[in-house]
Nanobody
Framework: VQLVESGGGSVQSGGSLRLACTTS????????IGWFRQLPGGVREGISCSSSDGETSYKDIARDRFTASRDDAANTVYLQMDNLRPEDTAEYYC????????????WGQGTQVTVSS
């Protein structure tokens, strides 16, 4: 499975972005797709997990501002990010696995999000 993230960019505080994680290869519908971010200091944080059974879970940092959605027909998982803050500045990655986004077997190359105040 190959993953490609897109949709990053530079926005002002309070703005929105929608990231996309598009996969190639077979078996997308069977994978759990996670969104993560790596902060400028190197810390990696989990954001969400869109499971193959249709469930989506979120970490606390994502609640009320970030929404993940899955389009199996398009082999894509989206991350809608609203009310962005400067502390959301990070490299955003998606991952794929069969373990509720715990093992991260496959990763994309990342997309940069920069939020200015």
């Amino acid at each position: 499975v190959q993953l490609v993230e897109s949709g990053g960019g530079s926005v002002q505080s309070g703005g929105s972005l929608r990231l996309a994680c598009t996969t190639s290869g077979y078996g997308f519908r069977g994978y759990d797709i996670g969104w993560f971010r790596q902060l400028p200091g190197g810390v990696r944080e989990g954001i969400s997990c869109s499971s193959s059974d249709g469930e989506t879970s979120y970490k606390d940092i994502a609640r009320d501002r970030f929404t993940a959605s899955r389009d199996d027909a398009a082999n894509t998982v989206y991350l809608q990010m609203d009310n962005l803050r400067p502390e959301d500045t990070a490299e955003y990655y998606c991952s794929a696995d069969h373990s509720r986004c715990l093992s991260g077997d496959f990763w994309g190359q990342g997309t940069q999000v920069t939020v200015s105040s």
